[in-house]
């Protein structure tokens, strides 16, 4: 199951990484911390591919970059609630600061493909 969850980790990290960077960049990278799920894309990928040929990258780098993946994706769950709060209206107005602000929960997917990192180093290696 450990080469299956890291090839399906890397398999979803880069296209990921690559929408993140389309719809931020239509946000025009207005926070620097816009910039991290887009740099840890390639590296999650990376290390997902490097977890699929090796047990030892599985069981080392691949929960490192999974968590701090995962980590960022909490971080950008809380940073896009405040992103909506702060619009005018806040969530007084939700019909429209929550459709036209940022999307709530989609940095929860962030956090999803880390956890599927962090599950490789924890499940056994097939055979």
């Known amino acids: ?9 890397a398999a979803s990290a880069l296209p990921l990484g690559l929408e993140i960077y389309f719809e931020h960049f239509r946000g025009s990278f207005g926070d620097k911390w816009m910039w991290t799920p887009v740099a840890l894309s390639p590296l999650l990928s990376a290390a997902g591919l490097a977890g699929v040929r090796s047990e ?5 780098w691949l929960p490192a970059l ?3 993946y ?4 909490l971080v950008g769950v809380v940073t896009h609630v405040r992103g909506v709060a702060r619009k005018p209206g806040g969530f007084n107005e939700p019909l429209f600061n929550v ?3 940022p999307p709530l929960l989609a940095p929860g997917s962030l956090a999803l493909v880390g956890g599927m990192g962090i599950a490789a180093a924890v499940l056994g290696r097939e055979r």
């Open 99 to 101: 459709v036209m602000g």
């Open 56 to 60: 030892r990258a599985a069981r080392t």
């Open 66 to 68: 999974g968590a701090l």
């Open 1 to 9: 199951m450990q080469r299956t969850l890291a090839a399906a980790t």
């Open 70 to 73: 995962c980590a960022d994706g």
